[in-house]
């Protein structure tokens, strides 16, 4: 079998140097190197790298692959906390970074056209400075891939108020894995004819098809952002406060939250002035409009909002401008790198909850973690009810790991009979294909693998993400 | 064949008649007659009519109809414009109206969960008197249900600001022709474990499950709301007014358009005096927000938008109380009674194009009918690029029918050329399938069929929609 593969390998390569510019190929033991990695723990080595700079070359690997039944593993920026880019066993990385053009800023049709390996920030930037907004704004925006948040269905900051990547894509142009090209979706606004196969594309990790090119719809960009930071001493506080948001008729544009341990974490990170030394939760407010007004009345309601007892809110900022607000971020922004510094190893989740159950949420996943291992550090987007449980370990053979996996898969199971989702915005990819079951019923996988199916009979896009081939 | 049917259809009666409560059933003329029809101008006659009131009885329905091989045509409340809900062919006419408790209303969480008969309006009544917003609004929200609307992914006035119904679906549970029942998606607002099915439901006209129950997302009442009506004595004018706004950095929560054939036909169906005798186009535009500054900057940028050209804008009236709102709405609101009045038959299309090139594309729509036939009357949700074209004949063997058919296959390969859809919020149902390879490619018409195999092996769910079986 393995006989087999290499022979088919060897075919494969051997057409496809006919068919590519040299330099997009690579079987070079540094690149296998430097593609075996993401921003999850997980690794795995390709054959080969293939880092096409046309769409026409990015159909031909594909469709060669699909001949030779070689896998395939797409590739955005490799920023993915899934493991979604790892190549598990062999086969070819299709890094997709260079095929990075805006083709079109349609500025009367608000209307965006980008090819996957276009950064997302890039995208921002392109967009504001025609006075428009890709809302779309996940953590990894500076450095991920408009193709990498569509297979992630990549959430973010903004996602409380704008939706996630899913609801600012208007039409794909694919590959299939049997070298068929196709574009699916309208560059109209509206549009309805068939089965949505964009959203079914959207969130599918890589697993279906490779993406050419993406529609995106952007919208005018809001003139005004209003930016505040709540500190509490007590957690339960800034949680219930969250909820009180919520319930006060303002859906903000970011409503991010830090519990007790995230906040050391960053105070061991850097110096933050304005984080003061006995509050032990914060949240991270913004509002946006085409007026001031809006930004000023929604920020004076949820202030109001976060009074929910006596003494509950310790401190309150406000700013407007840029760099005021960069201020106040500042203290969410130092979250991720400050994990990095925080010990060896971490085993990282990313699980969403009804919004109004936050509170209940936090309190049983202390209560359950207890003793058992050191409580992990809980921050996330409170707005849409995502959070992001992080255990923080020695090294990757830290005595605990065991308990803390053992609690991960105890938290799955609370999130998923709270109505939730053991996924809120990573993706399954290979970190969390185990707990699949937990979430979805037999009946969701087996549509799911007929799917999968349809799309790619060979099975060599993105074998053994989501589930186990 | 037939004999086997009828065979399988005695077995399939008795079998239920076991189950369901006899009122659910009925086979009389009356009823079959009843149900032979939709807002479409298509006819059917089912076997059987079955009405449960109860998610379990709509359960056995389907498993049992499986089973025996007998088709099943789910039907909300009749009011698709594609014919969607037709039964084409013997089988069971699956009548969900009496399906209709509102679950559950959240208002802790802004979520709803209402069963496939719930009248969209009457949800959005409830939410309101929570202070909560359920934003979809199609134009049939008064009498459509919440499983209609998702079973055809309504648009509606509010979807160029709010989205169609596809963006306020959380989670569904379904029974497939299986006998499966399964909920997919999340009671969190965040979710992407696994391919998304909720939106693949979204949308599928009844080809791939059938509803028993939706969440649904909600979000807090707008405070206020003001409404315009702009008036032009040039259509190209109303139509450069509307690609204007759209630059303006606004997005309204309606901006509808009425052409001049429109305006005719809603002047001869009732005396509107606010209507100057010499406009021949009107945009009807609608801003809302959390505070009144927002709504007043937006219909101020959006006036400044409709000031084209010299004289071109003839009126602006602009409104604020809900009565006079309504007044000003009634322009808008008597279009669809009004054709009711306008001719004996019409050939009704629903089209999307790219919002900017709406001037572009009435112009090409107005040269291309020429004089072949009379002018279509022309109107439509301008926010989103959605249009109905609708041509107004004499009776059902009017001689210029074919001729209007010949005009609306070029319409519908026109809006394709220009990045459109043939079926911007209806559906393709029975009345556009002819046309969906306009649209649709080789390859994405294989994905759908196979999906639908997965979805519905037996083949036994609204066989004959979307495409031919």
Redesign the interface.
Known sequence: MDDDYSQRLKAYYEELRRELPAEAMSTDDADRVIYSVDASKEQGFADVIVSPKTQDDVVTTVALAGRHRIPIFPRGAGSGMSAGSIPMGRGVVLNLAKLNRIVKL??????AVAEPGVVTGKLQEEAEKH?LFYASDPGSAAFSTIGGNIA??A?GMR??KY??T??HVLALKCV?STG?????G????????????V??L???EGT?AVFLEATLKL???P?FVRTALAQFSREEDALSAS?AI??A???PRALEFMGEEALNCVRRYREIPLLKPEANAALLIESD???D??TR??IAAMKEACEVGENALLAWMEAQEKEQRETLWDVRKSMSPSLYEAGAYKIAEDI??????VREFVAKLRELVGERVRQPIIYG?LG???IHVTFVLEGKDDQSIPAVQEAVEEVFKLVVS???????????GLT?RKY?GI???P??????R??K???DPAGILNPGK?WEE
Chains 1, 2 share one sequence.
Do not use: C, W
């Open positions: 349609d500025v009367a049709n608000l209307t006075g992630e269905n959430g996602a409380v939706g996630s899913r609801d299939l068929e090209v196709f574009d699916t309208t560059y109209s606004l509206m549009g309805v004819t068939g089965y949505d196969l959203r079914l959207v969130g599918s279906l919208i005018p960009l003139k909820a919520i319930q008729g303002v859906i409009g085409a007026v007004e809006v009345h929604e969403a909850v009804p919004r109004a159950s987007h849409h009810g995502s709270m109505g939730g989702s053991i996924s809120a915005e990573h993706g399954i969390k699949l979430e979805l019923s009946t969701e996988l087996r549509l799911m007929e799917i199916r349809a799309f989501i």
